[in-house]
C-alpha cells in the first residue's frame, strides 16, 4: 500500500519559516520525481517545488528564491524549506510522487495546513 504521509504544516507570521517534510513508503524511492503542491479553498491545486523527471528542480515563480525543495533517498522523505512566508502562502500542501517512466501512475498526500497570518 502506498502511502505519502506529509508533516510540518502550522500556523505562523508573515517572514516566518518552515519546513515540510513528506514521507514515502510502499513504492521505490528513486523510481518517482517528487514535488509538492498546494491548494486553497475555491482553486485549482498548483505546483510550488518539484523535482523533474530528470532530477532537476522546477518551482513556482510565487515562490522562488524563498523556497527549497529537497530529498534525503536514504529516507524516503522529500522536504520543502519554506522562508519568508507571506499570507498568500496560506493553502493546504500536498506531496506528490509521480513514475518517472509511467508517469501516469501518481500519488497523492493527504495534506497539511500552512497558515501565515498576523
Known amino acids: 500500500q502506498v502511502q505519502l504521509v506529509e508533516s510540518g504544516g502550522g500556523s505562523l507570521q508573515p517572514g516566518g519559516s518552515l519546513r515540510l517534510s513528506c514521507t514515502a513508503s510502499?513504492?521505490?524511492?528513486?523510481?518517482?520525481?517528487m514535488g509538492w503542491y498546494r491548494q486553497v479553498p475555491g482553486k485549482q491545486r498548483e505546483l510550488v517545488a518539484t523535482f523533474t523527471l530528470g532530477a532537476s528542480t522546477n518551482y513556482a515563480d510565487s515562490v522562488k528564491g524563498r523556497f527549497t525543495i529537497s530529498r534525503d533517498s536514504a529516507k524516503s522523505t522529500v522536504y520543502l524549506q519554506m522562508n519568508t512566508l507571506k499570507p498568500e502562502d496560506t493553502a493546504v500542501y500536498f506531496c506528490?510522487?509521480?513514475?518517472?517512466?509511467?508517469?501516469?501512475?501518481?500519488?497523492w498526500g493527504q495534506g497539511t495546513q500552512v497558515t501565515v497570518s498576523s
Open positions: 510502499g513504492i521505490i524511492f528513486s523510481n518517482y520525481a
Open positions: 506528490n510522487a509521480r513514475h518517472r517512466v509511467q508517469q501516469s501512475v501518481v500519488y
